[in-house]
């Protein structure tokens, strides 16, 4: 069946320093790819999605591409914020059916100033 | 244009009382999607509908869960006999297509069984 996954956090950073969550995923077909964000006490905001091979997916700071050969879709920013500090979750869409969401198990950021 | 509004956003209930947890999705959209959230776990789908049909229950508890979504109203999904293994934090999304990736959530409610 189609599942994700992704790097265990918490992960700790400083202001300002190089952030990669890893996600990989496997799926039959193509399925869309997404990072949500979730903040405490929140729903999720989807951060950024790709929906084929080799698309880059960008928002806030925020990258992912989509790699094909290596089933991944790992996220990444340049200079972290306090302000980014929230639980990020890598997710696919069923790409047969009704396209539920599968979620990775999130990885939480702290970041500290 | 409010959000995908859920109610009430925290629940407290017994072992073996009923919990029914609501959902009004966002203006124009006709599919809702379920998901729950167990601690320290990512989400997982539970069940897709459409006005007055549900499409897909596949990540339904056989027993004890149901759904609905009516022609009026706001979807439900309601929980009987409730367990401790059913404390979780609930999320509704709502899509204007059957595009669940292109869903908007709510803010959740968290339910809690003592």
């Known amino acids: ?113 | 244009n409010a959000g995908v509004m859920q109610n009430p956003r925290h629940l407290v209930r017994r072992r073996g009382q009923e919990a029914r947890l609501r959902c009004s999705p966002m203006k124009g959209h006709s599919h809702v999607y379920w998901y729950r959230q167990l601690p320290e776990e990512g989400l997982k789908f539970m069940v897709y509908l459409q006005k007055e049909n549900i499409i897909d229950e596949s990540g339904m508890p056989k027993e004890r869960f149901s759904a609905e979504f009516p022609k009026e109203g706001p979807s439900i999904l309601r929980i009987q006999q409730v367990v401790r293994g059913d404390s979780a934090a609930y999320f509704c999304a709502s899509s204007p297509l059957q595009a669940g990736t292109e869903a908007f959530f709510g803010q959740g409610t968290r339910l809690t069984v003592v």
Not at chain 1, 4 to 33: D, H, K, R, W
Request: proline share 4%.
């Open chain 1, 1 to 113: 069946g189609n599942s994700v996954t992704q790097m265990e956090g918490p992960v700790t950073l400083s202001e300002e320093a190089f952030l990669t969550i890893n996600c990989t995923y496997t799926a039959t077909g193509y399925p869309s790819l997404f990072w949500y964000v979730q903040y405490p006490g929140e729903g999720l905001q989807l951060l950024l999605k790709a929906t084929k091979a080799d698309d880059k997916g960008s928002n806030k700071g925020f990258e992912a591409t989509y790699r094909k050969e290596t089933t991944s879709f790992h996220l990444e920013k340049g200079s972290v914020q306090v302000s980014d500090s929230a639980v990020y979750f890598c997710a696919l869409s069923d790409p047969y059916g009704s396209e539920k969401l599968v979620f990775g198990k999130g990885t939480k950021l702290t970041v500290n100033p």
